[in-house]
């Protein structure tokens, strides 16, 4: 099924991709770049609409803003957010047979923290005239929170009580890298969409005393790596010509 | 239109990269048991060295109980290779009784001892499987059969022998 599925996305990012060249070539006529001028036009500010919708929900809450600048083909990205998410540890619902006895246990788990990104997105549609982008890049990953965990265990033996736990890691550090891919489309004048497909991996934990880290914000479960993560992704695009050319016209104004 | 069609094509890559999510399998290997082998020692008088050999012992009887609870087990006439003994999770230190009667019928009752310690740490495997605690750095601290045991794994996990006995 999964298969399946990579095929579509693969056949509908190139058919996409190839749409914005067909585009670009009927419509306009691309001026010739003579020299690559390292010279940022705009600052990019979008929001994960994913983690917005999820925030609904009792057991995550989350944000996340991502910042990007052209410099020719390259974006210099920057991501910051927020994660929290509360989770049920109750097995009950697991089957256990004599051949596959489950311990059984219940508890929760919270953590609470924030995460930053940064790193570099190359453009692949760097002919269109609308600057839209079929990318990947590469992003290295920070993350700071805060985890706690209750838990029961029942014994095996009916002779002894339940085993009880409530610990917690106060100040936890990790980091991580990513490879990423995505689209970004202008939809209506500074207006953009896109999605951005992370693959997560190399996570890595500091200053988890009290049990093994479970669950980092802007990477997730760190017991899987690699781990996937996706945007999709609102953003508003702030143009440096028309950002000068409005303060020009305000200063002769008043001049 | 082309908005409209723009719009869509971002949703429907982001519907369908969502499907290749999984949930990881639930292995657990958790175990609140220290098993332990019995093994039965031979002497090779021409080499006059010691070998561990593979049999069953058959104990006309054995009964296990710890300190405090009544016994674990009460065991007649059944061929034992291994047994499994609970541990008490919210201790950690567990002292085993075993009374045993040995080969033959007419055997006395032997009484020995074995005192364990161990540490435990927590780990949260899923969300669906859950948080567990596991006991590891398993130790003999006190026991009757003087040095003829043998620590193999140090770890509580389930299919794992812990201790070998030998007779």
Redesign the interface.
């Known amino acids: 099924m999964c298969r399946f599925f990579s095929s579509a996305l693969l056949v509908l990012v190139i058919t996409a991709a190839y749409c914005q060249q067909q585009d670009s070539a009927v419509s306009v006529k691309p001026k010739r770049i003579d020299t690559v001028k390292y010279i940022p036009t705009g600052l990019r500010v979008g929001t994960d609409l994913i983690a917005l919708v999820r925030s609904r929900d009792n057991s995550f809450k989350g944000w996340e803003l991502a910042f990007d600048v052209d410099l020719a083909r390259y974006y210099l990205v920057v991501e910051y957010g927020y994660w929290s998410t509360r989770q049920s540890l109750d097995n009950f619902q697991l089957i256990a047979s004599t051949a596959n006895p489950v311990l059984r246990t219940y508890g929760v788990y919270n953590n609470e923290g924030y995460y930053f990104r940064f790193g570099t997105d190359i453009n692949f549609l760097l002919k269109d005239p609308e600057k839209n982008m079929f990318f990947l890049g590469l992003r290295y990953g920070i993350s700071n929170f805060a985890e706690n965990v209750a838990y029961v265990n029942q014994p095996s033996s009916p002779l002894f009580s339940p085993f009880a736990a409530n610990l917690a890691n106060g100040n936890v550090s990790g980091s991580w890298i990513e490879v990423t891919s995505g689209l970004r489309i202008k939809v209506y004048k500074a207006l953009w969409m896109g999605y951005t497909a992370r693959l997560k991996f190399a996570p890595s934990t500091s200053g988890a005393g009290n049990f093994e880290s479970y669950d980092m914000p802007g990477y997730g479960i760190i017991s899987e790596a690699p781990n996937w993560g996706f945007n999709y992704q609102l953003f508003w695009r702030f143009d440096w010509d028309k950002l000068i050319k409005g303060k020009k016209k305000r200063s002769t104004l008043t001049k | 239109m082309k908005?409209a069609a723009?719009?869509l094509?971002?949703?429907?890559?982001?519907v369908?990269?969502?499907?290749?999510?999984?949930q990881?399998d639930?292995v657990?290997t958790?175990?609140?048991?220290i098993k332990i082998d019995f093994k039965q020692n031979k002497l090779n008088s021409r080499s006059n060295t010691r070998s561990v050999v593979d049999t069953f012992l058959r104990f006309q009887s054995i009964k296990i109980s710890?300190a405090g609870?009544?016994s674990?087990f009460s065991l007649d006439t059944i061929p034992r290779s291994s047994l499994a003994l609970?541990?008490?999770?919210?201790q950690s230190t567990m002292k085993y009784t075993f009374v045993r009667r040995g080969r033959q019928a007419s055997s006395p009752l032997v009484t020995e001892s074995i005192t364990f310690t161990y540490s435990n740490?927590?780990?949260?495997i899923?969300?669906?499987?859950?948080?567990?605690?596991y006991f590891l750095n398993l130790n003999v601290t006190e026991s009757s059969y003087g040095s003829q045991f043998k620590i193999l794994n140090d770890r509580l996990l389930k299919n794992t022998t812990n201790v070998q006995i030998l007779f």
């Open positions: 908005v723009r719009f094509l971002v949703l429907l890559v982001a369908l990269s969502t499907s290749c999510f999984t990881p639930c657990v958790a175990s609140m048991e710890i609870k009544d674990l609970p541990i008490d999770p919210n740490e927590t780990r949260i899923s969300a669906q499987c859950g948080a567990f605690v």
